[in-house]
Antibody, heavy 117, light 107 residues
Framework: QVQLVQSGAEVKKPGASVKVSCKAS????????VSWVRQAPGQGLEWMGW????????YYAPKFQGRVTMTRNTSISTAYMELSSLGSEDTAVYYC??????????WGQGTLVTVSS | DIQMTQSPSSLSASVGDRVTITCRAS??????LNWYQQKPGKAPKILIYATSTLQSGVPSRFIGSGSGTHFTLTISNLQPEDFATYCCQQTYSVPYTFGQGTKLEIK
């Protein structure tokens, strides 16, 4: 079955960077896009962008442009999302999701990133 | 960015009821509108895509409709497992924005 398994919770200091991994299984990793979505505590979902594992092409939401980098390692079917210059407003659960025709049809379990001094 | 506004932000209903959640877009998004369900502490789950197409495995009591700027999600014969937060997302133009969510609670 399709499964996306994300890396564990992180605690970071303001100004630091975080890199979240998302390991895919149960399907051909390069045949689907990977989207990243975050959710601050008690808040709604926020779309961050997507990556095409086949080519490595990416699109980042303007809000995150310059701070986010989405990459992949196709040999281990893993996508990564790195966010830099962290502030307290970046405290959130970060999700990866398999995406086809803009439908996020399978999601990782989420990774809590806490930014605190 | 296209703003997505849901109403109500929360509502209470009973098992067996029918409820409707509205999602409005700040500009025309055609039928590029998806609905997700999220339960506490869990990842969202796709229910409906392209306004009205049910994702495989989703019960037929979930019905999506609309176009342009006005969309609805109707849930008939509410079941205990339906009490959750529902969120719309436009995929007409990037960035693909979400509504703020509607929390459906048991009365």
């Amino acid at each position: 079955q399709v499964q996306l398994v994300q890396s564990g919770a992180e605690v970071k200091k303001p100004g630091a960077s975080v890199k979240v991994s998302c390991k895919a299984s149960g399907y051909t990793f390069t045949s689907y896009d990977v989207s990243w979505v975050r959710q601050a505590p008690g808040q709604g979902l926020e779309w961050m962008g997507w990556m095409k594992p086949h080519s490595g092409n990416t699109y980042y939401a303007p809000k995150f442009q310059g701070r986010v980098t989405m990459t992949r390692n196709t040999s281990i079917s893993t996508a990564y999302m790195e966010l830099s210059s962290l502030g307290s407003e970046d405290t959130a659960v970060y999700y990866c999701a398999r995406t086809l025709w803009e439908v996020l049809d399978s999601w990782g379990q989420g990774t809590l990133v806490t930014v605190s001094s | 960015d296209i703003q997505m506004t849901q109403s109500p932000s929360s509502l209470s209903a009973s098992v067996g009821d029918r409820v409707t959640i509205t999602c409005r877009a700040s500009q025309n998004v055609g039928t590029n509108l998806n609905w997700y369900q999220q339960k506490p502490g869990k990842a969202p789950k796709i229910l409906i895509y392209a306004t009205s197409t049910l994702q495989s495995g989703v019960p037929s009591r979930f019905i999506g409709s609309g176009s342009g700027t006005h969309f609805t999600l109707t849930i008939s014969n509410l079941q205990p497992e339906d009490f959750a937060t529902y969120c719309c997302q436009q995929t007409y133009s990037v960035p693909y924005t979400f509504g703020q969510g509607t929390k459906l609670e048991i009365k």
